[in-house]
């Protein structure tokens, strides 16, 4: 597949670069979200396999997801360096990537264990609170629990599923009563579970 070329929009002007910057910015959109796709769930959609960290081959990657996807390693960095959430990281010499956390695949992303701040924040959709008022965050299909150190972050996450609705999470309470926390590479708390007794519904 041929790469859309970032220095393409420079030679046209007017609406006609208008246009061919938000082509560009819909492709790196949903070339990201393939990204996404096989370094946290499915790395076999194209053919490579993930270590046990996580990490997978920049190369392999390039050549496969650019079959369907238009992708060369100057995408490829433009995405890691510009991913709001952070999402993604190299290694030191950028043949290796990985995803910083969110997996449903069982990999060791050598996660930082800390003391979390006195609360955390979950962010929701209103169509999933009855469920988490009876049984608590589960990961569901993830490894594990994803929490906000802020209020906002949260409301932005809840967003994303309609309605929100944010959970203030007693952390510290948890840490003392032996819960273990950790802290993703890109500011994301991660716990393997909250029960009930540790949640408040804003």
Same mark, same amino acid.
């Given at each position: ?16 670069? %208008? ?24 790395? %076999? ?21 650019? &079959? ?5 390693? &100057? ?6 360096? %510009?991913? %709001? ?26 996660? &930082? ?42 409301? &932005? ?46």
């Amino acid at each position: 597949m041929t790469v859309f070329r970032w220095a393409d929009c420079e030679s046209v002007q007017n609406e006609e670069k %208008e246009f061919c910057m938000h082509e560009k910015d819909r492709l790196m959109t949903r070339t990201s979200k393939y990204i996404s796709l096989i370094l946290r769930h499915k790395p %076999e959609t194209i053919g490579i396999a993930l270590d046990e960290h996580g990490w997978a081959d920049v190369n392999a990657l390039i050549e496969g997801v650019n &079959k369907t996807h238009p992708l060369d390693l &100057k995408l490829l960095e433009r995405i890691v360096a %510009e991913d %709001e959430k952070q999402r993604y990281s190299f290694n030191e010499d950028h043949t290796k990537i990985r995803a910083n956390q969110g997996h449903s695949i069982q990999v060791d992303v050598e996660l &930082k264990e800390v003391v979390p701040p006195e609360v955390l924040f979950h962010g929701t959709g209103f169509k999933y609170t009855s469920s988490i008022d009876a049984q608590g965050l589960k990961p569901k299909t993830r490894l594990y629990v994803h929490l906000s150190k802020d209020a906002g972050t949260a409301y &932005k996450v809840g967003s994303r599923h309609g309605r929100p609705v944010i959970y203030t999470v007693l952390s510290r309470q948890m840490h003392e009563d032996g819960f273990r926390f950790y802290l993703s590479q890109n500011g994301v708390y991660l716990t393997k579970e909250v029960p009930v007794r540790y949640l408040v519904k804003e």
